[in-house]
């Protein structure tokens, strides 16, 4: 009798660890539901994360959009200046740049930390460009960036803000992801008023590095 219980033990254990096993094998193959974001998979979806991550001050989410080669290139009345700005910069330096400005603790070269971000824009149609036919150019207009900030040790608001402005976006493909593989600033005009305290993408980003 002890050796049919022993049998029947041995068995139940066995099915039990034959059901955990494989209801732990349904759970890894089902996939997971994405933290953040929309899947890389269109350059709409690119251009989506993009917009929240910098709505939301999400400096990782934002870089996570961007390719490892990613160029930022100032515009070029932006080149030089008080900010010594080049006329291009990599990945490191504009990540950089966003993880001072959405981090909301580390003043700019004026002393103003970033309190909120608003940004705005229309999108153009997805076109191949005969100078980078291994990206896709996408043109961004009227581009509406307001950056609130505060004086950090007066607490004085002041809000840095971009116009109507537009950008020249490329992308790049690598299987069935896309990210943005470089920025090109190209500003419109520039509008002076005592609220505003830059006028392009680039001083704004320089400002924060």
């Known amino acids: 009798m002890a050796a049919i219980r022993f049998v029947r033990v041995v068995l139940l254990v066995n099915f039990i660890a034959l059901a955990i096993g494989g209801c732990e094998a349904t759970k890894r193959s089902q996939p997971l539901p994405p933290d953040w974001g929309e899947p890389q998979t269109s350059i709409s979806n690119v251009i989506d994360n993009f917009k929240r991550a910098l709505i939301e001050t ?5 870089a996570a959009q961007l390719a490892d080669s990613f ?6 009345q932006d080149i030089g ?17 966003m993880t ?29 460009d005969p100078d ?21 040790d007066t607490l004085d608001p002041l809000n840095y803000e971009v116009s109507g402005d537009q950008a020249y976006l490329y992308f790049a493909q690598s299987g069935s992801t896309w990210k943005l593989i470089r920025w090109e600033d190209h500003p419109i005009q520039h509008k002076g008023a005592t609220s505003v305290n ?3 993408i680039g001083k704004i980003k320089s400002s924060w590095h």
């Not at 999400?58 to 934002?62: G, I, Q, T, V």
Request: proline fraction near 4%; aromatic fraction near 12%; hydrophobic fraction near 35%.
């Open 132 to 152: 980078h036919p291994n990206w896709t150019k996408l043109v961004l207009s009227n581009i509406y960036l307001t950056v609130v900030s505060h004086k950090q």
């Open 81 to 97: 200046g008080s900010h010594n700005n080049p006329a291009t910069w990599n990945r490191v330096a504009d990540v950089l740049s």
């Open 58 to 62: 999400k400096a990782d989410r934002y």
């Open 100 to 128: 001072h400005m959405c981090g909301k603790q580390v003043a700019n070269t004026e002393g103003y930390v970033c309190d909120t971000i608003a940004f705005s824009f229309d999108r153009g149609t997805p076109v191949t």
């Open 71 to 76: 160029t930022f290139a100032f515009a070029q």
């Open 198 to 200: 830059s006028t392009t």
